[in-house]
Nanobody, 123 residues
Framework: QVQLVESGGGLVQAGGSLRLSCAAS????????MGWFRQAPGEEREFVAH????????YYADSVKGRFTISRDNAKNTVYLQMNSLKPEDTALYYC????????????????WGQGTQVTVSS
């Protein structure tokens, strides 16, 4: 089992930046592909970004491409989401998750989830 803890959320003005972190427990972090999702009130959980386990190939939702960057540090068992040029519509609870599937974009493809960190972007 993998335990995930997100951090780094907060309140930021539109145009600002935040960096989210997701720390994973266990010694098998490097075996997993990682993803970030977000969920706004009353909305479905949606894909944000994905990074593969070894060569760190990245995938992004169209809505964040060019603004967000996913990265990972296998030595620290941590995945990051750098968010720049934030918009009010980026406001959501952000989750990280673990999967064995490459390029997974749907929540059901992920096996373990963190509790989420809130990001609020004011206009």
């Amino acid at each position: 089992q993998v335990q995930l803890v997100e951090s780094g959320g907060g309140l930021v003005q539109a145009g600002g930046s935040l960096r989210l972190s997701c720390a994973a427990s266990g010694r098998t972090f490097s075996r997993y592909n990682m993803g970030w999702f977000r969920q706004a009130p009353g909305e479905e959980r949606e894909f944000v970004a994905h990074i593969t386990r070894l060569v760190a190939v990245t995938y992004y939702a169209d809505s964040v491409k060019g603004r967000f960057t996913i990265s990972r540090d296998n030595a620290k068992n941590t995945v990051y989401l750098q968010m720049n040029s934030l918009k009010p519509e980026d406001t959501a609870l952000y989750y990280c998750a673990v999967t064995v599937k490459t390029a997974a974009r749907w929540p059901y493809e992920y096996d373990y989830w963190g509790q989420g960190t809130q990001v609020t972007v004011s206009s």
